[in-house]
């Protein structure tokens, strides 16, 4: 079956502009993560939602961060008034939730570089 | 919180020859999962072997085992048999097996170059 998918694969903008990445999660996968992956922090957690639950924002760097999972289904990773230190890869994984979470399936990620 | 560390950035190894990663961790938990991650050029992440912390048996999946030490917290990644499509970036992970949140704590990663 389809993977995760995320899209773009590549988005370059212009500082303080914002941008949006999205992810497509496996079909009936109830839980979504997005990663950062920079070079200076590594792989970093930014959000998690399961479900209906109200989602795990504790990874989130900063306000102008911002993510929303419609339908359960894709989701959507806002950046606000990017910056340089954005600049990075944006990975999303699903799962099938609270019974196998620890099988998550990641997708090819969206590199992102703030010019 | 959880730590994951990884302290060599780069190992290359000969075709056919055997390679072990290492990784160490950090944890007040009992209960968690361990993971390695193959990451190639393509940045797909891919899971190359999972490890329950209450098992004592370590995990194989063919040419890849671990050697999961739960007193040192260590948890290693023997590749036997290199091959050159086993080029890439490798992630040691943790992960708590209970609690609301499911999330992947990653170490810095290795660069592991197969030669041929």
């Known amino acids: 079956g389809a993977g995760v998918s995320q899209s773009p694969s590549n988005k370059v903008t212009e500082k303080g502009k914002d941008v949006e990445l999205r992810c497509d999660p496996i079909?009936?996968?109830?839980?979504l993560y997005w990663y950062r992956q920079s070079l200076g922090q590594g792989l970093e957690f930014l959000i998690y939602?399961?479900?209906?639950?109200?989602?795990?924002k504790s990874g989130l760097p900063s306000d102008r961060f911002s993510a929303e999972r419609t339908g359960g289904s894709v989701s959507t990773l806002t950046i606000q008034r990017t910056q340089q230190e954005d600049s990075a890869v944006y990975l999303c994984?699903?799962?099938?939730?609270?019974?196998?979470?620890?099988?998550?399936?990641f997708g090819p990620g969206t590199r992102l570089t703030v010019t | 919180a959880q730590t994951v560390t990884q302290s060599q950035p780069e190992m290359s190894v000969q075709e056919a020859e055997t390679v072990t990663l290492s990784c160490t961790y950090d944890t007040s938990e009992n209960n968690y999962y361990l993971f390695w991650y193959k990451q190639p050029p393509s940045r797909q992440m891919i899971l190359v072997i999972r490890?329950?912390?209450?098992?004592?048996q370590n995990a194989t999946e063919n040419r890849f085992s671990v050697n999961f030490q739960k007193a040192a917290k260590s948890f290693s990644l023997k590749i036997s048999d290199s091959q050159l499509g086993d080029t890439a970036m490798y992630f040691c992970a943790f992960m708590l097996s209970t609690g609301a949140n499911s999330k992947l704590t990653f170490g810095k990663g290795i660069t592991l170059s197969v030669r041929p």
């Open positions: 939602f399961q479900g209906n639950s109200a989602p795990d």
């Open positions: 079909s009936g996968h109830t839980a």
């Open positions: 994984a699903s799962s099938l939730g609270t019974l196998r979470t620890y099988e998550q399936y």
């Open positions: 490890q329950e912390a209450y098992k004592q």
